[in-house]
């Protein structure tokens, strides 16, 4: 079984959002939804300069810029059929350039950057189909970092070596949002949940997605004094996915728009319009750190699952 198959049973079913953990069968590969990468200048929530970043078709998601933002890493499919799998890829934005940040043999997702550390996390589907969380460092073998955390689907570090993590249930409603503080200490926050998480910057506050009657809601888990606040705000239908862009304004991707939310609101406002560059559905994006750059993940209408 490729590396790609094995994905297969729980990447894809959390990240298209419709299917559990365990809709395909390992001897049937589940169909790889076709995504988009774009990159373009942001100035005054207007974009310019826009640039596709993916060369082929296929799987391209996840974007994450570098800590001086002069490259893009992004989860990229490799190959066709049977013999393809992920890839963490490079797009130097000055160069143009785009390579493999590392050619390995397992398949890898989600590049985060390391907090006070050269190098990425990434979720490594392992050669008997566990995902873990690993570390890829900018030379040097990778490594696994949290043997004991199995079925993570996604991660976010928070600003004192702990992490929010996406842990997979045997199906949607058992999937899981967990908290690892840096003693090594893993409590579960809640479940059924969506697979945006973000940490409020200046704060110890981590924010995550919960379903309730179909809906997702904004929650939220302050490590300072362990405890969760839900229902916070709806999330727009459609959106899933959500970063912060200042410690007063968190943006969500929502068919071709995206919305802001300051703490505190019941609704969200029209932030910046992507219709004319996304053919298509919206879903993850990330800022450099001067917030001079977007990249956004887009869809094509004819891949709508």
């Known amino acids: 079984m490729s590396a790609i198959t094995r994905c297969c049973v729980f990447i894809f079913a959390a990240a298209c959002g ?3 953990a365990q809709t395909a069968s390992p001897s049937v590969p589940a169909a790889i939804p076709s995504y988009d990468v774009y990159v373009a200048d942001l100035h005054d929530r207007k974009i310019s300069h826009i640039r596709k970043v993916n060369s082929t078709t296929g799987y391209h998601n996840q974007p994450e810029f570098s800590a001086d933002g002069h490259l893009l890493y992004f989860t990229s499919q490799q190959g066709t059929g049977d013999k393809s799998q992920m890839d963490i890829a490079r797009f130097n934005l000055q160069t143009g350039k785009l390579d493999l940040y590392h050619n390995t043999t397992l398949s890898e997702y989600s590049p985060t ?5 050269q190098g990425l996390s990434a979720v490594v589907v392992e050669a ?4 873990r969380l690993w570390r890829l460092p900018v030379t040097g073998a990778p490594s ?3 043997p004991e955390v199995v079925g993570v689907g996604y991660h976010a570090w928070g600003p004192s070596d702990d992490v929010l993590l996406f842990i997979l249930g045997k199906d949607e409603a058992e999937h899981q949002i967990a908290y690892r503080n840096n003693a090594g200490e893993l409590k579960t926050l809640a479940k059924n949940i ?6 409020r910057p200046g704060t110890h ?3 995550f997605s919960e379903r309730r009657n179909n809906r997702l809601s904004l929650s939220k888990f302050e490590t300072q004094n362990v405890q969760t606040t839900g229902q916070l705000v709806l999330l727009p239908d459609q959106a899933q996915d959500f970063r ?35 053919d298509g559905t919206l879903s993850r994006f990330g800022f450099s750190p001067d917030q001079k750059q977007i990249a956004f993940v887009c869809q094509p209408t004819g891949n709508q699952p």
């Open 205 to 207: 506050e981590g924010y």
């Open 128 to 131: 008997d189909g566990k995902q």
């Open 194 to 199: 969506g697979r945006g998480l973000a940490w």
């Open 244 to 278: 912060w862009w200042s410690k007063d304004v968190l943006l969500t991707t929502a068919g071709k728009l995206i919305y802001s939310w300051q703490p505190g609101q019941k609704s969200w406002q029209h932030w910046l319009d992507l219709t004319k560059y996304c």
């Open 144 to 146: 696994v970092m949290l």
């Open 18 to 20: 419709s299917a559990s």
């Open 113 to 117: 950057r390391l907090p006070a550390d």
